[in-house]
């Protein structure tokens, strides 16, 4: 980015709520990640409550006036959440039909049958990475570990080279393709073209999965030799489906919405004219919105119908998918907010201004400053977050492609060495049966594998498109 581009950003930008110095800048924003991780790992304070007072404690080192800084961490959860309450909502109402339905199990059986001896930790990435493509993360190993587990005890597999698959095809899926919050709002504070993140990000999930999976599990299961949980192996439920949804009707429906924001990407591209027709109907159902609500009422008939749910059933099944998701609602939000009052006390004009004589490459800035804070506060969320906030300036100048390696690269860097501060670090420990240690040594590894693999790669793109 040259000189006069930032000035113009600068000119353009709001003031900042605050006229401290880079100095006093850089401690309380020291300070504010120190009391948010402070409050998670020793206190073990709800994200949500951390990250508020880890907001007002910036802002109030930054010399902002409490009113304001109040104002800027509301303005920032309500944004975020209005960005992606709705994905979130609907993407957990998908994911919940998908499991009640028996469509999780069916495209779990099917592949597994089709598996053996060698082929099952590649056969745990496609699951992997099929199921997760609308499940949050979190979800996503509530619903798999038990699986993992199970086919680990029948099958008499080392629990890592079952497990590190599909934990890592979770994790790259969560952090790299929309419509998982962090990418959307990471597009979102860059301007990045949807469709085209989605293609690249699929260009970069699958060799990072395959090296981060099968290839590092075989590392993993001599590191750490753990039995299999037997009081965490999972019990059937009494209430048996007499039938569930078949497999290419099941998978079809988890890719509906991945397929119509492809289409949409491919439309823009090859027509590029905003007045025709074809490409205005394909930005309305290409969009994340529509996408989504298209694969749930998609769901209620091909995952739903067959399982035999009536109405009562079915409404049932949305009612408590819900419930669930208020907790992410409210850390993304916060972490949104927490974001807006980095941003509205002058954080990220003080990184351009650090950094415009920087030799350093945006992208790989993109990633350092990601990586920082999901160090520093265990979320990969709340780091794609705050760094997308804090380097959406630099991405001013960036072609179409580039801007949407900038979200990449974010993603990457926000999956960075996941440790106690993490709570999927904690979910991953105690379903594995495993110590501290142990955990860090195959867990955290494998998430820094993760960064380290698609951030090389998005460098890798960036030189030759």
Known sequence: MTRLSVEMLAADAPPPITSAGHAQLGIAVLAGIAVIVLLITRYKLHA????????????????????????????GLGSTVAGV???????????????????????VDTIL???????????????????????????????????????A???????????????????????????????LVAIDAVGANLGITLALGLLVAIPTVVVAGPLFSRFAARWVDVPVPDRMLPQRP????????????????????VVLMLAKALVDIVVDDPGNMTQRVFDIVGSPMIALLAAVLAGIFTLGLPAGFGKERIARTVDTSLMPIAG????????????????????????????KDWSIPTLLLAWLIAVAIRLATGSATVATISAAGLVAPLAADMSTTHTALLVLIIGAGSLFF?????????????????SVGQTVKSW??????????????????????
């Open 113 to 151: 049958a089709k598996a053996r001896g060698r082929t099952m930790p590649w056969a745990m990435v496609l699951i992997a990475s099929v199921i997760g493509l609308p499940l949050f993360f979190e979800v996503g190993i509530v619903l798999l570990i038990p699986v993992v587990l199970m086919v």
């Open 444 to 465: 955290s590894v494998m998430e820094t594998i993760i960064s380290v693999v698609a951030g090389a790669l998005v460098l890798l793109l960036s030189l030759v498109i």
């Open 238 to 257: 009494s209430e048996e489906l007499e039938r569930r949804p078949g497999f290419g009707i099941t998978l079809a429906t988890v890719l509906l919405p």
């Open 85 to 107: 309450g709705v994905l979130i909502a609907l993407g957990a109402i998908l994911g919940r039909m998908l499991a009640d339905s028996g469509g999780a199990d069916e495209i």
């Open 418 to 434: 996941s440790h106690v501060n993490d709570a999927g670090f904690w979910l991953v420990k105690e379903y594995f049966g495993m």
């Open 328 to 355: 992410i609602l409210l850390i993304v939000g916060a972490g949104g907010g927490f974001k807006q009052t980095l941003i509205d006390c002058g954080v990220g004009q003080m990184i351009l201004d650090i950094s």
């Open 48 to 75: 949500f409550l951390s990250l508020t007072i880890g907001s007002l404690v910036l802002g109030a080192l930054a010399g902002a006036p409490l009113d304001k800084a109040i104002g800027s961490f509301t303005a």
């Open 153 to 183: 005890k029948r099958g008499n597999y080392s629990l890592m080279r079952i497990g590190i698959p599909a934990l890592a095809g979770l994790s790259v899926m969560h952090g790299l393709i929309p419509p998982h919050p962090g990418p």
